[in-house]
């Protein structure tokens, strides 16, 4: 099976998912279903990161949430980060989708072979100690 077509599939897994009612599931009799949320899928392929929104490449992230945010701003942002993703790619695409002007963001990391996705849930920020070293 071809990458591109194993990565569309998953995004369907995905939204199949996303609507299963369990602890920490996204409640569609809540308004946070597929008809009123976005994808954004965030995966590396030798070793470059790649972005999607909605099952569309995405090389530029900001330009294609600014388009998406221009029709609706109050859909929910699901960003579904591949567990081979840099850690930092969390923020990025965080503030990314914020800077695009939304603000109900959901994140949260799989791996294809191992399951279901976690949620990341960041708390508050504390500045790094100077001494810490």
Do not use: C
Not at 44 to 72: F, M
């Amino acid at each position: 099976m071809s990458s591109i077509r194993r990565k569309l599939l998953l995004i369907a897994a995905l939204i199949l998912a996303a609507s299963a009612k369990s602890s920490g599931a996204i409640d569609l009799s809540a308004g946070q279903g597929p008809a009123n949320s976005i994808w954004v899928m965030v995966f590396s392929i030798h070793g470059r990161v790649n972005y999607t929104v909605e099952g569309k490449p995405a090389p530029d992230l900001l330009r294609a949430l600014g388009q998406v945010a221009e029709k609706d701003r109050t859909l929910t942002v699901l960003i579904a980060l591949d567990w081979r993703v840099p850690i930092r790619q969390v923020l990025d695409v965080q503030r990314t989708a914020s800077k695009a002007g939304f603000t109900n963001i959901r994140t949260y990391t799989f791996a294809e072979d191992k399951g279901p996705m976690s949620e990341l849930i960041l708390g508050a920020s504390i500045p790094y100690p100077a001494s810490g070293r």
